[in-house]
């Protein structure tokens, strides 16, 4: 009798390994999910000029242009400011604290690189045309939060911080820095060009955009710019457009203007973006159409809020608008 009961069990057992085989056969096999950016790669060093020590968060001197002084601050005090400069307080706290990681990262390069803003004495600059945004007075709890919740966190390329470039609004795809900035060096190899999810989210109104300007004020800002009168502007167009789709050279009575270098001289917040889909040559000014706010490299704001509210992290942001990096802890 037990000898029928302990055939019993191994054949019910063998029918039950079986299915489970059946299934797995089914479904397919088991799909590793990517590993987390987060503290994979070797740390660079704290830049000497405001290094305390390892694993010690440095001091910074930022020049308050408000107030044409300078101020020392802990680090993560002025990524706080900036975060809340630079990004809607109120948006999702991993959007914010995608855009603390990126400001960390943004600011320690620029201090390795050049000593952040050395004509002002200063490792950093509340002016928006030196350095980056800063708004002390716009820090809130959530800001508060998502800076503490990445303390220390930058983000690296082969054992380097990268150049930490954001944006407002992509458009429908990021840009590489040589169409979106004019940037004479090689591409960094971690700026890549992917679909901004921002155009999901995005109100209408904000994502697309219409300027026009008066001829004259064109064929000053290419004269300016480039030192030849191309004369009264009778034809304008589009001379090169880069793999992103942004215009990257413009044409006026056959002399050339690179299209980053227009869009400054015009006005930044005028001219929105390089990708300029419409150009309307009229009598006296001529009207530029496009998509997206601001030079398209590196992480679309807009895109990191929808990512955000789709349940990604900080980190999984980060890791999205730059290839090839990882997200290292310089101090706890």
């Not at 299934?23 to 987390?36: D, H, M, N």
């Not at 064929?219 to 942004?246: L, M, W, Y």
């Not at 030079?295 to 990191?304: E, K, L, P, R, Y």
């Amino acid at each position: 009798m037990i000898k029928d009961k302990n055939i019993i069990i191994a054949i019910v057992f063998l029918a039950v390994v079986l299915a489970i085989a059946g299934v797995s056969r089914l479904i397919g096999p088991r799909v590793e999910e990517k590993p987390s950016p987060l503290h994979q790669g070797a740390a660079p060093e704290i830049p000497e000029e405001i290094s305390e020590g390892e694993n010690q968060e440095p001091t910074l001197k930022v020049y308050i242009s408000e107030e044409d002084k300078v101020e020392e601050m802990p680090f993560e005090d002025y990524i706080k400011g900036v975060v809340a400069g630079e990004m809607e307080p109120d948006w999702h706290e991993e959007a914010l604290a995608a855009q603390a990681i990126i400001a960390r990262s943004f600011t320690l390069q620029k201090i390795e690189e050049d000593g952040g803003v050395p004509e002002r004495d200063a490792h950093a600059s509340t002016d928006i045309e030196e350095f980056q945004a800063y708004d002390a007075d716009s820090i809130t709890e959530q800001v508060t939060q998502a800076v503490d919740n990445t303390r220390g966190e930058v983000a690296v390329h082969k054992g380097d911080f990268i150049r930490g470039w954001f944006h407002a609004f992509a458009g429908p795809r990021t840009a590489l820095a040589n169409e979106g900035l004019g940037f004479e060096d090689p591409n960094p190899p971690y700026i890549h060009i992917v679909d901004s999810p921002g155009t999901d989210i995005i109100p209408e109104e904000e994502g697309d955009w219409e300027e026009s300007f008066d001829k004259e004020k064109i064929r000053k800002a290419i004269q300016e710019h480039t030192g030849d009168d191309p004369g009264e502007v009778t034809e304008f167009e589009i001379a090169n457009k880069g793999p992103s789709g942004r215009v990257t050279v413009f044409r006026a009575n056959g002399k050339q203007i690179e299209a980053p270098e227009l869009r400054i001289a015009l006005g930044s917040e005028e001219m929105r973006s390089t990708f300029v889909e419409d150009i309307e040559v009229e009598e006296n000014e001529i009207t530029f159409s496009g998509a997206g706010f601001g030079h398209g490299v590196g992480m679309c704001q807009w895109g990191a809020r929808a990512q955000a509210e789709e349940g990604r992290s900080a980190e999984e942001i980060v890791d999205y608008f730059y290839k090839n990096i990882e997200i290292v802890e310089l101090w706890d």
